[in-house]
């Protein structure tokens, strides 16, 4: 096998080595990403459940004087 060959090679290696690395930094920042967003998401659903909840509780009141008129 020729020194070109060779070359040829250890280019493609260090072509392929330098995608893996781009691609497991990629990996790692949508894993972060996704980690920010579950906490996002967690915390909206709890909003929600806590306006759920008020405005439950305003309807109750509103049908309570409603009902003592």
């Known amino acids: 096998m020729s ?13 392929l080595l330098a995608q893996v690395q781009k691609l497991e930094q990629e ?4 894993r972060q990403q996704e980690t920010r967003l579950r906490e996002e998401r967690a915390q909206l659903v709890q909003l929600n459940d806590q306006t759920r909840d008020k405005v439950e509780g305003m309807i109750r009141r509103l049908k309570a004087l409603e009902q003592n008129s």
């Open 3 to 15: 020194e070109h060959y060779f070359n040829a090679l250890e280019h493609k290696i260090d072509q």
């Open 27 to 30: 990996n790692r920042q949508l």
